[in-house]
């Protein structure tokens, strides 16, 4: 067997595999063979069938039952001996083979990239101070809190206005590209809240019980919905009710209700302890954040297509569940999907030469993790469940996520490593 490997990048290769014909011609013959044993041809006896019809009859299926033999067995052979190990399944292509003449294809492949990373145990990043947390920071909280207890008033006798929340029928019909229209029954909105379509408040407002209106809006390109991001819809709106909310008083006995605290004032002083620990992970979550950016920038890596393909799936799955959450069916809006996966590729890019490039200083650094770690973070898990760690842990090997768990408080623990070993200053 001639293996001929071309290396085209730092992680893909091309390897051109050629079989000597005896031995392509010797497996050939015997997938013939075993067509000519079972073969039924009208005026032949079973198994007398002349190799000249079995081979123009079956030449399709024995090609196929051949090549379908013949090249993985090769290729796992020719890996072995290049010492490749694929990170997805080989592309193969250009086959040619003839009865008495060689076989010959080529591979194309992925393999993990060979990773120099230096300079990973003097970086150097910016603290931001924390922010100071407000009155009006707790304010905020205790609005949120009272308006999960808030109560609605039907109102018949106004049309509405701020603050309402409105029962509606909603139609959405995008202007240009495929159909993607949609439909959302008794929905609830709040008049004038930040979420709703560009226009809707302004078009909402003054709008009586039992009303219709219709409205363009051109949705911005940074969208946070990637499904409407730079879409022109026209959409149609029936008010069915008016509520108005009404909030409980902001006194002891509400304290009481959300909080095992008897005043308010102690559950003032509990919010702001919660927003100021909030805060510190903030800025340790940006730390982190910019250690590994430096680290990449100091290491650029070209990923291999297959892990940034991973990351775009990953993402993508993201937002099918979002939209599905939005009580929509992904499948009948007829969303471009490539588009889509286009503009996520270059974070997608980013992501994957960082874990390429964590996971290498793990292993540089010998970083591992141990059962016993493991054993913590599922207790963590399980903590408010009725099942114990024991059989969580089991349910995560049955599954195959448990190797992913350890992939993932690999991650942690060698980032825990660089920041530790970063040189971080105060910013003024």
């Not at 292509?93 to 145990?121: M, R």
């Not at 302004?202 to 730079?230: N, T, Y």
Request: glycine residues 6%.
């Amino acid at each position: 067997m001639k293996i001929e490997q071309k290396k085209l990048s730092s992680s893909k290769r091309e390897l051109t595999v050629e079989v000597p014909a005896v031995e392509a011609e010797k497996e050939f013959n015997q997938v013939m063979n075993q067509y000519r044993k079972l073969a039924v041809v009208p005026g032949f006896r079973k198994g007398k069938v002349p190799a000249g019809i079995i081979r123009s009859r079956f030449s399709k299926e024995i090609e196929g039952d051949f090549y379908g033999k013949m090249i993985p067995d090769t290729l796992n052979k020719a890996l072995k001996e290049q010492k490749l190990e694929p990170i997805a399944d080989p592309k193969i292509q250009e086959i040619e083979f003839k009865p008495g003449e060689p076989l010959k294809f080529t591979a194309l492949l992925e393999v993990k990239p060979e990773i120099s990373v230096s300079g990973y145990t003097d970086v150097r990043v910016e603290k931001h101070k924390a922010r100071e947390i407000t009155g009006e920071d707790i304010d905020k909280i205790i609005t949120r809190l009272r308006t999960s207890l808030a109560s609605f008033e039907p109102v018949t006798d106004r049309p509405c206005k701020k603050g309402d929340f409105l029962m509606i029928d909603l139609w959405g019909t995008f202007t240009s590209g495929k159909e993607r229209n949609f439909h959302r029954e008794k929905i609830l909105v709040e008049a004038g809240g930040e979420g709703n379509p560009p226009g809707f408040n302004s078009h909402v407002l003054g709008l009586h019980q039992g009303r219709e209106l219709e409205f363009s809006a051109l949705h911005p390109s940074d969208d946070p919905d990637p499904v409407l991001a730079g879409a022109e819809i026209k959409y149609r709106v029936k008010l069915l009710e008016i509520q108005k909310r009404i909030l409980p008083e902001s006194d002891d006995a509400f304290a009481q209700k959300v909080s095992e605290h008897q005043t308010l004032s102690d559950l003032r002083k509990q919010i702001r302890s919660e927003l100021e620990q909030s805060e510190e992970k903030r800025i340790e979550q940006d730390i982190r954040d910019k250690v590994i950016e430096r680290i990449c920038e100091a290491n650029p890596l070209e990923p291999p297509t297959h892990y940034i393909d991973q990351e775009t799936e990953s993402w993508l799955q993201l937002v099918v569940q979002d939209i599905r959450n939005k009580g929509m069916d992904p499948g009948k809006l007829e969303i471009d999907w490539g588009e889509l996966r286009k503009g996520f590729r270059p974070e997608a890019e980013k992501r994957a030469a960082a874990a390429l490039i964590l996971e290498q200083i793990a292993e540089i650094e010998k970083i591992r993790i141990t059962d016993e770690e493991v054993m913590k973070e599922i207790e963590v898990y399980t903590a408010e469940t009725e099942k114990s760690a024991e059989e969580t842990k089991d349910i995560l090997e049955k599954d195959g996520r448990l190797e992913a768990l350890k992939k993932q408080l690999t991650t942690r623990k060698t980032i825990d490593f660089l920041v530790k070993n970063a040189k971080i200053t105060l910013k003024d």
